[in-house]
Each structure stands twice: as structure tokens, then as C-alpha cells.
């Protein structure tokens, strides 16, 4: 048999179910596989103590140990958000996902790397520095969510929780090889999801195939009265919507999508996902989502307005980091909230701050921030038309495979058009999924994105899981060739 | 279009400290996004409403009652300063 780590959750829940294996088999293949990689990968920031009265199988409960991305509060466990001015923070209660999820028998193995904030597409503004993609360590794993990403594909993880605000669960699924799910705008609680744009932030699944997703989902998803905005939208099973059929399905490929910036190695391989969803009966047709070009633009006017509003919490009072001014200056409060902000912040969560303040500031915000969802609206009602047409609309997750790390710091615009493909789902508060769709020349995963209307993450599901079921590319693992695989 | 001092006005507002290097290197990349971000001009937005809740969410209403919260010692071990049963901070007022 395969490693137990190298599984994924529902073979792992077949094994428990027919009793040839016990929860705790699981938690030593993953611990066993991340005293191995992580030290090369760095995919985890803290580990957590396994809970081991968790490990009780019982009908309908899932006993499997998940990483967690470290904006979500663990009780008791520390979450950072990958910021110095979080440090040290032990949160006194559990976000919802990590509530239901315990609910269901699982342990968390620990908190995931992350861009700062979740202000990134490369997870190398963490303040503990960057995760290294599985598949060549001198690449990124794409961000921010990186390290959950990576925890998955270097099989650190049976799976793991990300979040997404413009891309970032998505995004790094697809420069890890992996499978994202960015669920409709209030299918999951954010309660305890420490906040950075809360008209775009969701949590979803990080998994190792699409049949893992939808269980994780499952798991995570439904109304929660401590998040007003949490939809009351009963959850389905979404176990029934994995269908290996998309024979007279209406697939959208949106041509604004397939021009400038588009990698040949990306275009080709979205044809080949176009021709083999046409071989299995689907029907597609080129649709238009005119405003695509205002997507990045409008989604760094709305997402850094809103973001530098909810770090406002961060003055050195309540939790984290307190730093006092030098002797020499002047100290009252104002001082040391200032000095608390200069001192706990990098310089992309400053960056952010500081464009949502202006474009929020009087005089500047007719011009900003309300032109800025104005023009969400009309991406919005682009969505809304399209899916009058078709039942789910096809592109590239990120218009290249991974970069270098190091590439494109020093460059934030570069570094923001990353997100082309993903922001525009997050604008406009719908479901879509990122699955793997082959390699570029030099070896790293390309993304698949499948994008459907508020609430049809079946529909989402069942293009998805055809897809995956008649290609080989979720089997593929990385050769990760450093330490001994003593396990298994 | 954007100048240093607009740039120090737009940080005490944020309530960051920022040394002159910071403040020059940010006026500049602050003025590339701005230069990008004049795209959104282009478009005519005069019959647009803003966008204020993504999916069509109602008000949400609940009951005005007493439930079990955080309780005070739990939501003060987090504190980096308290006195008593209250978070401590520097001096407010002159």
C-alpha cells in the first residue's frame, strides 16, 4: 500500500470504515512526512498538539487531521496571520470552520504559511518568510494561501482550509498542482476568519482531488448566525453532484480571458481541456465578459479600501504586539499606535493601508471607492448574462505557471496581475474552482478554473470531477527528493 | 498627482509611522498604482448603482437576548497591558 500520507481523505475514509487502518496511522504518516519536507518546503508556521480525543471514529464523522491557513483562530493555538504585530496571539475561541470541523473528529496538524494578511500572490510576504513549491524549490507556490497549497501537494497534509479574497486559495492550487475551491460569497461562516476584505473573503478546501472537495465543503459550508452575511441557503450533498457526465452542458470559454500575457504553455492547455469537455458531450461556445479588464483595477480600489479599514484593529491594545516610541520622542496613545503599526507591519500590508486610506479619504472618495463599486456592478451583471447563456464558464486559473521566487517583489503592479483570472469570482460573489490541467515545460501544474452562478457549486462540482476522471494529471506527485520516506 | 505630503497626511491618517525613506519610496509606487488605477475613468458609471451586498442578503434580525459571551478574563489574556479588569494604555489625554 501507498503511503497513508500520500492519500486522500475519502480513500482514507474507506480504509477507517473497513477498519484496516486506525485514525492515528494517519497522524504519523503526516507527522513522519513533515519532519521529512517541511524543513525544505516550510509549508507549516506552527505545529499543534494532536488532539487525541478526537480520534474516535463514528458514523459520518471524519477523523482526519487538516493544516489550516494561519488567518483562522484555532483556540488556544497561536494565529498570526503571518505578521510580526500578531505574534503571539492565542485565540480565546475557535473560527466556525475550525468548530465544525472539530465537530466531525478531525485535529488540526498545524497553521499554514501565508502572505501577511493574505496581502499577496506568492506567500513570500510572510513575516517567516517564503514556502518553496514541492514541485522546484526555487519557484513560489503562488499565494496567499501558499501554504496550505503546498502542505497538500507535498502530502504534508490530508488537506487543509484556505481563504480566498481575489485568488488566493485558487491561485496557489494551481502552482502546486492541487485543487482550490473558492465557494459562493456566504456558503461559509468567516466567523474567526481573521478579516481582510469582508465584501470578498471565503474559506474553501485545499484537497488532493475534487471528490475531497466537495467532502470538505460539506463539512465546512451553512448558515452560521455569528457571520450576518453567512447565507441561510440550505448546504446539498455535495457527493451526489460528483457525475462523470457533461453531455449537453453549456460551457462558456470567455475570449477576454485568451489574450495578452496568456502563456502559450497556458493556452495550450486550456484547449486541450476545451477539446476533451467537447469530446464528452459538453457544448461550448465563446461567451463575453466585457468588463474583464477592470477586474484587477476595481478589485485593489474595493479589497485595500476595505482592508485598511478592518487593520484599523491593530493599535497595540487588545492583543499582539505593543510597541512604545524611542525615549527621546514624545509618547502618548496616538504615538504608540503609530509606532505599533510602523513596527508590526511589512511594507505590502503598509502599501495596502495606505492606497484604501486615500481612496477612502474625503476628496478622493467619489473618484476611488465609489467609482470602484460601481464598476463592480457592471462586472457583476456581466456574470449574471453569461450564465443566462451557459451553465459554467471555462479560463486559466493564472494566466503563467509558478514564477521564481524573488521575481516579482520588487514589483507590486506585476505582482497584483497574478490574480487576472481569479479576482473577477470574488467581485462578483460566485463559485469557482481551480483543478490541475497539466504541466508547463519545466515541470510545474497549470490551473483549469471552472466558474458557475451564486450557489450552483454542484454544477462547479460535476464539470470539475468529468474533467479530473478522464485525465491523469491529479494523480501526478512531485519527486521530492530530499530526506529519507522511512514511512509507509 | 500625488505628492509626499499628501502622502504623510494619507499615514497619520492610518495612524502609521513612516521614516522619510519609507515616505519617498511609497509616494513613488503609490503614484504608479494611482497612474493604473486611472483606468477606472474610462468607463461612464452615471447610471450605475454601487455594488453594496454582492448576492441580494436581507437585513438580518435576531432576538435582543442575554446569551453566554467571552468572558472577561478570557478576552483580557490576550492583553499586552491590564489593570484590574480593564486594558491598560498610555496616557490619553494631556
Known amino acids: 500500500m501507498e503511503p497513508l500520507n500520500s492519500l486522500t481523505a475519502h480513500e482514507l475514509l474507506a480504509l477507517l470504515k473497513a477498519k484496516k487502518i486506525q485514525p492515528s496511522d494517519i497522524q504519523q504518516s503526516i507527522i513522519s512526512q513533515i519532519k521529512d519536507c517541511d524543513q525544505h518546503i516550510k509549508a507549516y508556521v506552527h505545529f499543534h498538539e494532536p488532539v487525541k480525543a478526537a480520534f474516535n471514529l463514528e458514523e459520518g464523522t471524519c477523523p482526519l487531521p487538516i493544516a489550516v491557513?494561519?488567518?483562522?483562530?484555532?483556540?488556544?493555538?497561536?494565529?498570526?496571520?503571518?505578521?510580526?504585530?500578531?505574534?503571539?496571539?492565542?485565540?480565546?475561541?475557535?473560527?466556525?470552520?475550525?468548530?465544525?470541523?472539530?465537530k466531525a473528529g478531525s485535529v488540526m496538524s498545524g497553521h499554514t504559511n501565508m502572505d501577511e494578511f493574505a496581502f499577496g500572490s506568492s506567500t513570500e510576504n510572510s513575516c517567516y518568510g517564503p514556502t518553496r513549491n514541492p514541485w522546484n524549490l526555487d519557484y513560489v507556490v503562488g499565494g496567499s494561501s501558499g501554504g496550505s497549497a503546498a502542505a497538500v501537494a507535498a502530502d504534508e497534509a490530508v488537506w487543509a482550509l484556505g481563504s480566498d479574497t481575489g485568488g488566493s486559495i485558487r491561485q496557489p492550487a494551481s502552482f502546486c498542482g492541487v485543487v482550490g475551491v473558492k465557494p459562493t460569497y456566504g456558503r461559509v461562516s468567516r466567523y474567526g476568519l481573521i478579516a481582510f476584505a469582508s465584501s470578498l473573503d471565503q474559506i474553501g478546501p485545499i484537497t488532493k482531488d475534487v471528490t475531497d472537495a466537495a467532502l470538505l465543503l460539506k463539512i465546512i459550508a451553512g448558515h452560521d448566525e455569528r457571520d450576518s452575511t453567512s447565507a441561510d441557503v440550505p448546504v446539498p450533498d455535495y457527493q451526489q453532484s460528483l457525475i462523470n457526465d457533461v453531455k449537453n452542458l453549456r460551457l462558456g470559454i470567455p475570449k477576454e480571458y485568451f489574450i495578452d500575457g496568456l502563456d502559450?504553455?497556458?493556452?495550450?492547455?486550456?484547449?486541450?481541456?476545451?477539446?476533451?469537455?467537447?469530446?464528452?458531450?459538453?457544448?461550448?461556445?465563446?461567451?463575453?465578459?466585457?468588463?474583464?479588464?477592470?477586474?484587477?483595477?476595481?478589485?485593489?480600489?474595493?479589497?485595500?479600501?476595505?482592508?485598511?479599514?478592518?487593520?484599523?484593529?491593530?493599535?497595540?491594545?487588545?492583543?499582539?504586539?505593543?510597541?512604545r516610541p524611542e525615549k527621546t520622542r514624545k509618547s502618548n496613545i496616538i504615538d504608540m499606535f503609530e509606532e505599533t503599526r510602523a513596527h508590526g507591519f511589512g511594507p505590502e500590508v503598509k502599501r495596502r493601508i495606505m492606497l484604501g486610506t486615500y481612496s477612502l479619504s474625503s476628496g478622493y472618495y467619489d473618484a476611488y471607492y465609489?467609482?470602484?463599486?460601481?464598476?463592480?456592478?457592471?462586472?457583476?451583471?456581466?456574470?449574471?448574462?453569461?450564465?443566462?447563456?451557459?451553465?459554467?464558464?471555462?479560463?486559466?486559473?493564472?494566466?503563467?505557471?509558478?514564477?521564481?521566487?524573488?521575481?516579482?517583489?520588487?514589483?507590486?503592479?506585476?505582482?497584483?496581475?497574478s490574480d487576472i483570472c481569479t479576482i473577477s469570482a470574488n467581485l462578483a460573489g460566485i463559485p469557482a474552482i481551480s483543478i490541475p490541467c497539466g504541466f508547463s515545460k519545466k515541470g510545474l501544474p497549470l490551473g483549469l478554473q471552472i466558474m458557475t452562478k451564486p450557489y450552483a457549486e454542484e454544477m462547479m462540482f460535476r464539470v470539475a470531477y468529468t474533467y479530473e476522471q478522464n485525465t491523469p494529471w491529479h494523480k501526478e506527485k512531485p519527486k521530492i527528493s530530499f530526506g529519507k520516506n522511512n514511512h509507509g | 498627482m500625488i505628492n509626499q505630503e499628501t502622502v504623510k497626511n494619507i499615514a497619520d491618517l492610518a495612524r502609521l509611522h513612516l521614516e522619510t525613506a519609507e515616505l519617498q519610496r511609497l509616494t513613488k509606487e503609490l503614484?504608479?498604482?494611482?497612474?493604473?488605477?486611472?483606468?477606472?475613468?474610462?468607463?461612464?458609471?452615471?447610471?450605475?448603482?454601487?455594488?453594496?451586498?454582492?448576492?441580494?442578503?436581507?437585513?438580518?434580525?435576531?432576538?435582543?437576548?442575554?446569551?453566554?459571551?467571552?468572558?472577561?478574563?478570557?478576552?483580557?489574556?490576550?492583553?499586552?497591558?491590564?489593570?484590574?479588569?480593564?486594558?491598560?494604555v498610555p496616557q490619553v489625554i494631556e
Open chain 1, 69 to 102: 491557513k494561519d488567518n483562522m483562530c484555532v483556540n488556544g493555538e497561536e494565529t498570526t496571520c503571518c505578521s510580526k504585530i500578531l505574534k503571539g496571539f492565542h485565540p480565546p475561541y475557535d473560527a466556525t470552520v475550525i468548530a465544525r470541523l472539530k
Open chain 2, 31 to 88: 503614484e504608479n498604482i494611482l497612474d493604473y488605477v486611472k483606468k477606472l475613468e474610462k468607463l461612464d458609471v452615471s447610471q450605475t448603482q454601487p455594488t453594496t451586498h454582492v448576492l441580494s442578503l436581507k437585513n438580518v434580525f435576531r432576538e435582543d437576548r442575554v446569551q453566554p459571551s467571552l468572558g472577561r478574563d478570557l478576552a483580557l489574556k490576550t492583553a499586552v497591558a491590564k489593570h484590574d479588569s480593564s486594558f491598560k
Open chain 1, 264 to 323: 502559450p504553455e497556458v493556452k495550450i492547455a486550456m484547449e486541450e481541456a476545451i477539446n476533451l469537455l467537447r469530446s464528452k458531450g459538453a457544448m461550448i461556445q465563446e461567451v463575453s465578459l466585457p468588463h474583464t479588464e477592470y477586474c484587477v483595477v476595481t478589485y485593489y480600489i474595493v479589497a485595500t479600501a476595505e482592508a485598511s479599514s478592518n487593520l484599523a484593529r491593530y493599535d497595540g491594545v487588545r492583543y499582539g504586539l505593543r510597541q
Open chain 1, 370 to 417: 465609489l467609482r470602484g463599486q460601481k464598476v463592480r456592478t457592471l462586472i457583476k451583471n456581466d456574470f449574471d448574462k453569461v450564465f443566462t447563456e451557459c451553465d459554467a464558464v471555462l479560463t486559466p486559473t493564472s494566466p503563467t505557471a509558478a514564477f521564481k521566487i524573488g521575481e516579482r517583489t520588487h514589483d507590486p503592479l506585476s505582482m497584483y496581475l
